[in-house]
Every structure is written in C-alpha cells, then in structure tokens.
C-alpha cells in the first residue's frame, strides 16, 4: 500500500518514527520521485503558512483567486527575471559559482498560484512574449502595471501579489477583467524568511 501524503508529510517533519512506513518508502520503485514530491508539499505548506501568518489580510484574495486561474492553449510564456548589477556579466564571470545570483526568478505558471521567495530589495523585470496586463496589489495598495514595466521589490512593503493577465483590461475593474480573460496566473513575492 502506497504511503499517504499524511504520512509522508510526518516523515519529512522528521515526526514520524514508524519504521514500516520507512521500509514502505524504500521499497517503492518510485521512491526517490515520492520524496521529492513530500519535500515540495511541505515546503510549499510552510511557505503558505508563512504567508497567512505574516499578511492574513491577503489570505482572502489568495482564496478567491482559486476561482480565476486558467489557462488557454496559447498562454503566452511569461518570465519573472532579477534585473542584473550595473556591473553586469564581468560581476557574474568574477564571482565564484555559488555567490551567483540566478537571474531568472520564475515562469509564470497559467492557471496557478505561485508563492516566490525574495531576498534583500530586488527589481523585478517581466521577459513576455506579448505584452500582459499586472494587477498588483500590496501594503493598501493597488493598481496596474504591464510587462514592460519593472517592480522594485522591498522586504519592508510585504507581501506583493501579482496577477498576469492575458487578455484586456476592462475599465480598471480586476473582476471583469478577469472573468474576460483568455489566461489569469498569480504570482506572490514574499520577502524571504530569515
């Protein structure tokens, strides 16, 4: 019988000291794949509750969006990238391997929910291959952007939650704009956990 996530979740807390349930694990012919997929659930679960902990004004808005994502079969592939030093590829090429920062942050994952680490003030660039309409929204704070602009990320404002949108938008309004979109993604930057 296949572990449940229950248990793998207990396993990966390193709460769970049943050794059947060990041997279960290193019997399955999938097991290095169940891991990893354990470990991703958990973290993902911390990251959340991270998330609801820090801002639960903007746990509503992650819910209601669950109702909005989708994706069409021409999602246009949308890109979150750090802008690089003014330095630029000869830092990168100084540097040793592990001080590098990568410069692509995420792809936008049509019809999903994306919650993203950040650390320290970061500016953010948006590689699209048309241009999609951003709904942002943090602190009380909100409005629109599109993927030609950048966002400066600070730690200090919290939690940004950033909605792709491919399709127009309708006067302003994010519900109708939503409702009439071709793809909506969402995309959370949270200052990284210290």
Not at 5 to 19: A, F, H, P, Y
Not at 78 to 106: A, C, F, H, Q, T
Request: aromatic share 10%; proline share 4%.
């Amino acid at each position: 019988m296949p572990l449940d996530k229950l248990s793998l979740d207990e396993m990966v807390q390193g709460r769970n000291s049943n050794t059947d349930d060990w041997k279960e694990l290193i019997k399955d012919p999938e097991r290095e794949r169940v891991w990893s997929e354990a470990v991703r659930r958990r973290e993902h679960l911390d990251q959340f509750c991270y998330f609801a902990a820090k801002w639960p004004h903007f746990v509503r808005y992650y819910q209601q969006a669950k109702c909005f994502v989708k994706q069409s079969i021409n999602s246009p592939i949308v890109s979150l990238m750090r802008d690089g030093d003014l330095l630029g590829d000869l830092v990168l090429s100084l540097n040793e391997k592990d001080e590098v920062k990568e410069p692509l942050l995420i792809t936008v994952e049509w019809g999903n929910q994306q919650l993203i680490d950040i650390q320290g003030e970061q500016t953010v660039s948006f590689n699209a291959e048309s241009q999609i309409q951003i709904h942002y929204r943090y602190e009380d704070l909100e409005g629109w952007i599109t993927s030609d602009d950048k966002w400066e990320f600070s730690p200090d404002e919290g939690a940004v939650i950033l909605t792709f949108i491919d399709g127009d938008v309708i006067n302003d309004d994010l519900t109708a704009s939503l409702n009439h979109s071709k793809s909506v993604g969402y995309v959370i930057l949270l200052p990284l956990l210290k």
